[in-house]
């Protein structure tokens, strides 16, 4: 029911910058909240921010803080992760996902995205 695509990853040099999109179709409220999440080779996946749809409350990791802004359009159904300050560290496969509540367990999230490549090398 629910579908979650993402768009607007890429290569890109340390020190640049990229902002990823997530599409949300077929949400109810029961998703209220949407997260970003990322998984490098080799590692578990990692919350990196999250939002309400409702009253935009956010949540960040600490990787993420001061460098990411995650932001919502409601009408557009649209979620976007502004990353600035790439580091080679971000290098990993973002996914965007829906579930209830803001939480960093990805075990929270029932519906997710297929994932988008961000690689971050000189």
């Known amino acids: 029911q629910v579908q979650l695509v993402e768009s607007g990853g890429g290569l890109v040099t340390p020190g640049g910058s990229l902002r990823l999109s997530c599409a949300a179709s077929?949400?109810?409220?029961?998703?209220?909240?949407m997260g970003w999440f990322r998984q490098a080779p080799g590692k578990e996946r990692e919350f990196v921010a999250g939002?309400?749809?409702?009253?935009?409350?956010?949540n960040y990791a600490d990787s993420a803080k001061d460098r990411f802004t995650i932001s919502r359009d409601n009408a557009k159904n649209t979620v976007w992760l502004q990353m600035n300050n790439l580091k080679s560290e971000d290098t990993a496969v973002y996914y965007c996902?829906?579930?209830?509540?803001?939480?960093?367990?990805?075990?929270?999230?029932?519906?997710w995205g297929q994932g988008t490549q961000v690689t971050v090398s000189s």
């Open positions: 996902a829906a579930g209830p509540y803001i939480r960093r367990g990805p075990e929270n999230y029932p519906y």
């Open positions: 077929g949400r109810t409220l029961d998703e209220a909240a």
């Open positions: 939002i309400r749809w409702i009253g935009g409350r956010t």
